[in-house]
């Protein structure tokens, strides 16, 4: 790591522990679910403000320069027009931000409004209402942003002491470090507030956010360069912003990437609209919230690469048996895990691919159609590859999850050599590390093995099977397992190192510990029989 790594680092470190603790404290009673929009809308309005204050800034210094073609007729009231400028922010894609939201004018309000002496047109406003105005103003001017704001702050149970509080919190966040652009500085407070509060909530935090591991493993194996990239349970969007990382972090530019996605939930189709919007990725996340598998908003979309986390064995969830997706067999109305790998294939172009995450169980289930349908998806060579993943993942569930990989052309292209009737197999249930008692995480290096295996395969540089690990199966490997596509049934274990004593003297030296811990165990009870008579006479 580099010392200019390390510093930010340092900083970020820092950063997290400050706002994490200090925004928990203020939480009270407010369920995490509900206060996380709380928190993260307030992080979007300042972000706002500080881009707005330093183009306010630049146009300042521009307009005062000499070289200025107003410079020797210049006053305030003309500087202070061409401040006010609108055009002169939205043509550098800032947010133009009414003088009521602007942050330091907000934070000035919200304390006015502690003292219950703060008056806007005869009426008076508690901090929510200040906010939820200041929300409303930005949403007015600024037509991208149109029903993405939270604007639920008056209606909440939090008081206004406490978002007073929130707001001079917030207000602490540097937007400008030596090391790093404001916009990483965002992007990194902003996922580390939505993984932390996936964490709070539990269960339900996953319906918002799939872990970083995961998603960045997804997103490294599938490679989206350029074209289109489609997320049907998008949550708060963490398949797009990784994608986003990756295509710069390669040299290339989002721009070239153009954004799909659905969600269900309505706050969390809001959540990811902003996680869009303050990273300027241009996104089409449909008109508005609504049920992916019942309500297809972008029928005709053929996407070059397909991410999603969709929710493990989602039952009742619809459907009718004579859908034009169901290309490899209609799907049980009591699980709607092949309804996804469908649906998600039905929106993949002719060299599409595509990854998601799924329930074990969707590797060997037979119930209802499901081993019908992955036998179908085997034999007309639509997997690519599937990989096991280590328990503890994940902040909703311990339900064992897996990736399943899938393409329309295994045919040689590119790099990619002739996969045709091949299926590469990886365990990565042992690999990872324990962050804290309950998360297990990739370190880089973890991602990078699964990474570099897949494309290593996909190319046929240097691939080899390797016990413990991977294995490139045939079709007839698949049929002899019945279409079960578990990595464990294919992956050689890894043979135990021989360390040179012979079997017997193994046993005999196992057979004489065992036979003192019995000795030592029929003491012990002994013991403790005494100690149970001698009690008995005692009392």
């Given amino acids: 790591m580099t010392k200019m790594e390390q510093e930010q680092q340092k900083f970020l470190n820092d950063l997290e522990k400050k706002l994490w603790n200090s925004a928990d404290k203020l939480r009270s009673n407010l369920d995490a679910a509900v206060y996380k929009h709380v928190v993260l809308g307030l992080v979007f309005l300042k972000y706002v403000s500080n881009s707005f204050d330093q183009r306010r800034e630049e146009l300042k210094a521009d307009f005062t320069n ?55 047109g005869g009426e008076f406003k508690g901090v929510g209402k200040l906010l939820d105005d200041a929300m409303e103003a930005i949403e007015k001017d600024n037509p991208k942003l149109k029903n993405i704001l939270n604007k639920d702050y008056g209606r909440l149970q939090l008081d206004s002491d406490k978002l007073a509080q929130l707001i001079d919190l917030i207000a602490t966040i540097p937007f400008d470090h030596d090391t790093m652009s404001s916009k990483d500085i965002l992007g990194h407070v902003y996922e580390y507030f939505l993984g932390g509060f996936a964490s709070a909530e539990g269960k339900r935090g996953g319906q918002f956010y799939t872990p970083k591991s995961i998603v960045t493993t997804i997103v490294e194996c599938l490679e989206p360069y350029n074209g289109r990239v489609y997320d049907p349970a998008c949550g708060s969007g963490g398949f797009f912003i990784s994608s986003e990382k990756f295509i710069e972090e390669h040299g290339g530019k989002i721009g070239q990437v153009s954004i799909y996605g659905q969600e269900s939930n309505p706050t969390t189709w809001r959540l990811a609209a902003m996680n869009m919007v303050i990273r300027g990725i241009e996104f089409n996340l449909g008109k508005e919230p609504s049920d992916t598998l019942n309500n297809d908003q972008h029928p005709d979309l053929r996407a070059d690469f397909v991410m999603a986390n969709p929710p493990f064995n989602q039952s009742e969830w619809g459907g009718s048996d004579d859908d034009k997706r169901w290309t490899q067999g209609i799907p049980p109305k009591g699980n709607a895990n092949f309804a996804w790998v469908q649906h ?196």
């Fill in 344 to 539: 998600m294939l039905y929106h993949l172009n002719p060299n599409g691919s595509m990854g998601l995450l799924l329930a074990n169980g969707s590797m060997s289930s037979v119930t209802k159609n499901e081993g019908e349908i992955r036998k179908n998806l085997i034999k007309n060579d639509l997997i690519e590859c599937m990989v096991a993943l280590p328990g503890q993942l994940f902040t909703n569930t311990q339900i064992p999850a897996c990736i399943w990989f899938l393409t329309k052309n295994k045919q040689e292209k590119g790099k990619k050599r002739n996969r045709q009737g091949e299926t590469l197999f990886i365990d990565a249930r042992n690999i990872g590390y324990m962050k804290d008692r309950v998360l297990r995480y990739f370190a880089q290096d973890d991602i990078k093995k699964i990474a570099d295996t897949f494309h290593n395969w996909q190319q046929g540089n240097d691939y080899q099977d390797e016990a413990g690990f991977c294995y490139s199966a045939k079709l007839k490997n698949m049929e002899k397992h019945d279409y079960v596509l578990t990595p464990g049934r294919y992956v050689s274990p890894v043979e135990d190192e021989d360390d040179g004593i012979p079997i017997k003297e193994k046993v005999d030296s196992l057979t004489a510990l065992l036979e003192a811990q019995f000795k030592e165990g029929r003491t012990l009870e002994d013991e403790i029989q005494a100690n149970l008579v001698e009690l008995r006479y005692e009392v």
């Fill in 66 to 120: 000499p070289d200025h073609q107003d410079y020797l007729n210049s006053d305030e009231d003309l500087l202070l027009e061409e401040l006010e400028d609108r055009d002169a922010y939205t043509e550098v894609n800032v947010f133009w931000v009414p003088e009521p939201a602007r942050w330091s004018n907000l934070q000035d309000s919200a304390k006015l409004a502690l003292g219950s002496s703060l008056s806007w």
